[in-house]
């Protein structure tokens, strides 16, 4: 046999033998060797196959994608409530990643304030596609819709509580409805006269003009009547709760899933009767020193049953104008009201209401 012949006989051989070799390999890999499938971490935290031809962020998209149809493809602009950085934070970035060809980009306005406020006012300016609200239309901003040939539409999708943060050591039961307006209105000026220690009391608030939170609680609790001189204003929640933290004598209120877990100040109960106090936390209280290895869980049956005092619904503000913009703001809605959406309303701390 010639040397070349020889040659393509080793080569032949070789072939074979690496054929049989892959065979042997895959046969064990599929039997005894567990599946080459993707892997994808479950709720639980433990690691289980995905199952064929689906990706890791099937199961997501599924969850939201079944339940809502019409939900527009492009880039929309949205914005308001700092009540909602929690779902914006959590749930949208889960609705990017189920629906990635709607694109949401949050935008602030350019010389107000973020808020609900600001908010309704950019989208009645062309510069949102919808918007997210702490507090309902109000009159002129339906007004001001009309006149540029829309309407607005509010449509709700959570509930959310207004809780009342004091300084941890302030030893004081709860506060009622009424007590509370008088403190803002500046006619308690002293925690003794609300069965405390013989100390001023000092009420922090952001201003009107920057949040929806603080529409609805001069609304609804002081009855449209203006803060008392006394109150010192802040710019953020963030600034407040260390001015609580650090003042004796001083009360703050903002959304409750913002305060109630905190570790630097403690939310109190609050009633429309002095026998009916209620906490806006789960009892019994979590001491501030566990914290944060234990938090304040917020008490969610007495926000969906009504029994706290001081509780509002969350909306996402739809401009009916018949455009894609109006198709928008409902598919958004509609994907927070969807089982998996509601869901995550839960987790983020606010209240489902579905």
């Known amino acids: 046999m010639s ?6 006989v080793l080569l032949f051989s070789l072939l074979i033998t690496v054929g049989l070799l892959g065979m042997g390999y895959w046969w064990f890999r599929e039997n005894l060797g567990g599946s080459s499938s993707p892997k994808a971490v479950n709720p639980s935290g433990t690691i289980s196959p995905t199952p064929v031809n689906q990706q890791p962020n099937q199961a997501i998209s599924d969850s939201f994608s079944q339940q809502v ?3 527009p493809s492009g880039l929309f602009n949205y914005g308001g409530s700092t ?6 934070r959590d749930i949208d970035r889960e609705i990017k990643t189920a629906v990635p060809n709607f694109q949401l980009r949050y935008t602030d306005p350019v010389s107000d304030k973020p808020g609900s406020g600001s908010g309704i006012k950019m989208l009645l300016e062309n510069q949102l596609a919808f918007s997210q609200s702490s507090r309902s239309i109000l009159d ?6 009309e006149q540029k040939g829309f309407k607005l539409k509010e449509i709700p999708v959570a509930i ?6 004091i300084n941890p050591n302030l030893s004081i039961s709860g506060l009622t409805v009424a007590q509370l307006k008088d403190i803002y209105l500046g006619q308690i000026v002293n ?6 220690p013989d100390l001023a009391i000092v009420p922090y ?3 009107k003009e920057d949040s929806g939170t603080v529409e609805f609680f001069i609304e609804n609790v002081l009855e449209k009547q203006n803060f008392g001189t006394d109150v010192q204003l802040v710019p953020s929640t963030t600034l407040a709760l260390r001015k609580v933290a650090e003042n004796f004598g ?10 109630v877990a905190q570790c630097t100040v403690k939310t109190i109960a609050i009633g429309r009767k002095p026998e009916q106090l209620i906490t806006p936390y789960k009892e019994p209280f979590v001491p501030l020193n566990k914290c944060p290895g234990q938090l304040n869980q917020l008490n969610a049956e007495a926000f969906r049953s009504g029994e706290y005092p001081i509780t509002r619904r969350l909306f996402v503000i739809v401009k009916e104008n018949g455009q894609v913009d109006q198709q928008a703001g409902e598919a958004y809605a509609n994907l927070l009201l969807s089982s998996r959406g509601q869901e995550l309303i839960e987790k983020t701390g606010f209240v489902r209401i579905r």
């Open 3 to 8: 040397q070349k012949n020889e040659t393509a």
């Open 69 to 71: 149809s019409n939900v």
């Open 83 to 88: 009540t909602w950085a929690p779902i914006r």
């Open 140 to 145: 002129g901003e339906y007004k001001q819709a």
């Open 160 to 165: 959310d509580g207004i809780a009342i943060a």
């Open 191 to 196: 925690w003794k006269q609300v069965g405390g």
């Open 205 to 207: 608030s952001r201003r």
């Open 250 to 259: 001083a009360i703050y209120y903002a959304s409750a899933p913002e305060v």
